[in-house]
């Protein structure tokens, strides 16, 4: 049996996360499909992170099963890659790039496993698939937003994993940033590696990503883009919150008026 | 010469060099994790506990008095802890309160109980008794190779010696999960690292060097050290492993030349006594922290 073909990548069920009283997270069920790139999606404070977060354990959940590739997380750690939001972290740490995109060897290498010639390189290729090998030896507080953000790709591509787990990749970076970081997913895509990634920018959903799962708080919809990423849903999450000319540029043909919009009706 | 040096400097030198690097070693992780003030809180707070370790047991033989001041550490954590969580006050403030209270308890402590006929009192906490550290046996450097002699060495310096290879383990076998809980810690969950109990451990083993090194040194060079050579040693280099070893050299310098210019500075400028080497070693180290803080090759500002 392929592994990777027939068991979902990630699969959770009933998960709930709480800050408090109130619930970030509520019940929610995912089932990411193999080889495909999905948009976690939502309004602002509707627990994307949070979820994104208490599935890898980084924060506790209050109930829920994680599976990954049908078995405890704990035991497919080497197969899943994180890549946190960059604003997560004090870049003014004493560390170089090159030291940076290492720590994602720890797996292999250990505790006390010695860094080698094969390892300098692996870490120096994935420097060079984020567009970053003339960084190498950078401090890491010295470089840009986006070259931040690409460090922590290339970080994440040395752990060598099956799944990518990503919390706002594209937030904050340089349009050049964004090209390099969605042709680096796309390949590795290619590669039949599964994408589950925190998105916010609802316009470039339908090109970036082919499948969705939309939350606030609880989840609304879940599919391939053509299915799930419909206005309706978007209305559901996002209730007033979006700006009437998005809805409109997203869905021009198929929907030429928004329900809830003013001055739409017939002329 | 060396039959002065020896049984005289050569001690406390060197327990006061094992106590700033057993300090500065963890010095430099705590400070990158914003918590330097741990070991300015562990070592107010070992007070309270040697005292009554002393009331206790009515000794004031080592062991009684170091368990006191491990529990001391422990009990400061857990109220840290608590302070912390239960009163939302940030880490720092939490710190802060909990140590100058358990301080003030054990001066309280101290001046209620009968201590007066042992050597235990305010001013030994604040800044020890490095210069009584001699070794009236040896006659030289021979006795260096001496078993006869080497058996009435100072204990502290046994002590602090095991408990800086204590520290120098705890640093080296856990280099890289240290390193990478501490820039990065979500992310080194997901890798497996136990970050809570590696966070935990390290807290740990810093208490265990400021309690011997506080038995030792007092506490001025504890607090010293924890943070003034990490944080010289940062201005020096953009590396973790260059900066544990600046740390260690800038340690090392501090407690050298502070112990010399206490022991001989006030005669070059003419007085007739000697000044505390605590607090010489203490200041020495805020000079070179300011001096790196001013020359440093990576001296930036945070720069956003």
């Known amino acids: 049996m392929n592994d990777l073909s027939q068991t979902a990548p990630l699969k959770v069920r009933g998960l ?15 089932t990411v499909q193999p080889g495909a790139m999905t948009a976690i999606i939502g309004p602002n404070g509707a627990g994307k992170s949070t979820l994104l977060k208490a599935v890898l354990g980084i924060i506790p959940r209050l109930s829920g099963q994680v599976e990954v590739y049908g078995e405890s997380f704990d035991s497919q750690r080497a197969r899943v890659a994180y890549v946190p939001q960059r604003a997560s972290v004090d870049w003014d740490f004493p560390t170089r790039v090159i030291d940076v995109v290492q720590m994602g060897l720890y797996r292999q290498l250990g505790l006390l496993g010695r860094v080698r010639g094969q390892h300098r390189a692996l870490a120096q290729e994935c420097l060079s698939r984020v567009g970053m090998s003339d960084f190498a ?115 021009p043909v198929a929907n030429p008026a928004p329900p809830a919009s003013f001055g739409a009706g017939p002329a | 010469m060396g039959n002065e040096f020896v049984p005289l400097s050569l001690p406390p030198l060197l327990i006061g060099c094992l106590a700033a690097l057993a300090c500065a070693l963890p010095g430099n992780f705590l400070l990158l994790r914003r918590q330097a003030l741990i070991g300015d809180a562990i070592s107010h707070v070992v007070l309270p506990g040697i005292v009554v370790g002393f009331l206790v047991t009515g000794t004031s033989s080592t062991w009684p008095m170091m368990l006191g001041a491990a529990a001391a ?28 209270t358990l301080f003030a308890a054990g001066v309280l402590l101290l001046e209620q109980s009968d201590t007066s006929n042992v050597h235990l009192d305010v001013e030994h906490a604040l800044y ?53 809980s501490t820039f990065d810690e979500g992310f080194a969950r997901t890798l497996g690292i ?37 944080a010289a040693a940062r201005m020096m280099t953009d590396r973790l492993l260059v900066q544990v070893g600046w740390s260690a050299l800038f340690a090392v310098a501090s407690a050298i030349i502070g112990y010399v210019l206490a022991g001989y500075g006030p005669l070059w400028l003419g007085y007739s006594d000697s000044v505390s080497a605590a607090g010489m070693i203490a200041t020495v180290s805020g000079l070179i922290l300011a001096v790196a803080a001013m020359f440093g090759p990576v001296r930036k500002g945070r720069a956003a």
């Open chain 1, 137 to 251: 030896a950078r401090q890491i507080g010295q470089l840009s937003g986006g070259q931040q953000q690409r460090v922590f790709l290339a970080r994440a591509l040395a752990q060598g994993a099956d799944l990518y787990l990503l919390d706002e990749p594209f937030a904050g970076v340089d349009a050049a940033t964004e090209k390099a970081i969605i042709e680096v997913l796309k390949s590795l895509k290619a590669e039949g590696k599964t994408i589950l990634a925190v998105h916010h920018d609802l316009s470039t959903v339908p090109d970036y990503f082919d499948h969705v799962f939309i939350i606030n708080k609880t989840p609304v919809a879940e599919g391939t883009v053509q299915e799930a990423f419909t206005q309706d849903a978007l209305q559901r999450a996002y209730g007033g919150r979006l700006a009437s000319g998005l809805l409109d540029q997203l869905f």
């Open chain 1, 16 to 30: 709930t996360v709480s800050y408090g009283a109130t619930p970030a997270v509520f019940s929610a069920d995912i």
């Open chain 2, 128 to 180: 020890g008794n490095l210069e009584s550290l001699i070794w009236l046996d040896a006659t030289g450097w021979s006795s260096l190779l001496d078993p006869a002699a080497l058996v009435w060495l100072p204990p502290e310096l046994t002590r602090m010696a095991v408990v800086l290879v204590l520290v120098m383990l705890f640093i080296g076998l856990l280099w890289r999960p240290l390193a990478i």
């Open chain 2, 73 to 100: 550490a422990v009990v400061a954590v857990a109220l840290i802890q608590l302070v912390h969580r239960v009163g939302r006050i940030e880490p720092g403030a939490a710190m802060g309160v909990v140590f100058t």
């Open chain 2, 194 to 230: 136990r970050v809570g109990p590696l966070g935990l451990a390290l807290v740990i083993v810093s208490a265990i060097a400021a309690v011997a090194a506080f038995d030792a040194v007092g506490s001025i060079i504890v607090i010293a050290m924890f943070i003034c050579p990490p």
